[in-house]
């Protein structure tokens, strides 16, 4: 789908966590509905798996060093994504579609923490409907969203915020194409 969007050629790496509510969550957090269970919160273990094994791995098979790293994810991997920000200088560039930025108490982190390596840019996407659901923490996704673009904005990111129709699991290969395209793009 990047290809269709006229990105230009990049080596991609799909990495699939053992577990998507736990590693990609950044600290403990209530499940969203009150049978699902307790986000484990084990992100910083996997940004070190990320860094320390899988970044060299992926580039010691790459047919020349990467120009630059994209850190890209839709859902939690969005929320993982916008963290990983503060937490490593190993990616210049992300992309957060759909990204969870409902998480309890993330924006406040955002807000307090600074970045580990100012982003030479990022994408924010979100569903028009997403916001419309039962559970008490996605409501707040919409306004999460839109604090975090305000923040990476006031820091002098450039930042780009695209709201696509539908809810949260309408086109998500298209919409994380397009986050990586423009990411790749700038």
């Known amino acids: 789908m990047c290809r269709e969007l006229g990105c230009r050629d990049f080596i991609l790496a799909a990495i699939r966590p053992r577990c998507w509510n736990d590693d990609l969550t950044p600290w403990e ?12 919160g084990k992100a910083a273990e996997q940004l070190h798996l990320l860094e ?4 060299p791995r992926v580039e010691a098979d790459a047919p020349r060093k990467p120009e630059q790293r994209v850190l890209a994810g839709y859902s939690l991997a969005g929320l993982y994504a916008t963290w990983a920000t503060f937490n490593s200088a190993a990616f210049g560039r992300i992309a ?3 990204g969870s930025l409902w998480y309890p108490d993330f924006t406040g982190y955002a807000q307090a923490t600074e970045f580990a390596r100012k982003p030479a840019c990022a ?7 997403e916001a419309r ?11 999460g969203t839109r604090d975090v673009v305000d923040l990476f904005e ?9 709201q696509n129709p539908g809810n949260h699991f309408k086109e998500p290969a298209l919409r994380m194409a397009k986050g990586i395209a423009w990411a790749l793009g700038r």
Do not use: C, M
């Open 154 to 162: 006031a820091r002098g990111v450039p930042t780009v915020f695209e």
């Open 123 to 129: 994408y924010f996407s979100l569903g028009s409907k």
């Open 133 to 143: 659901t039962p559970s008490r923490l996605l409501r707040n996704v919409a306004q």
């Open 29 to 40: 957090g209530p499940g969203l509905f009150a049978d699902d269970a307790p986000f484990a």
């Open 96 to 98: 957060s579609a759909s």
């Open 52 to 55: 320390s094994e899988i970044i």
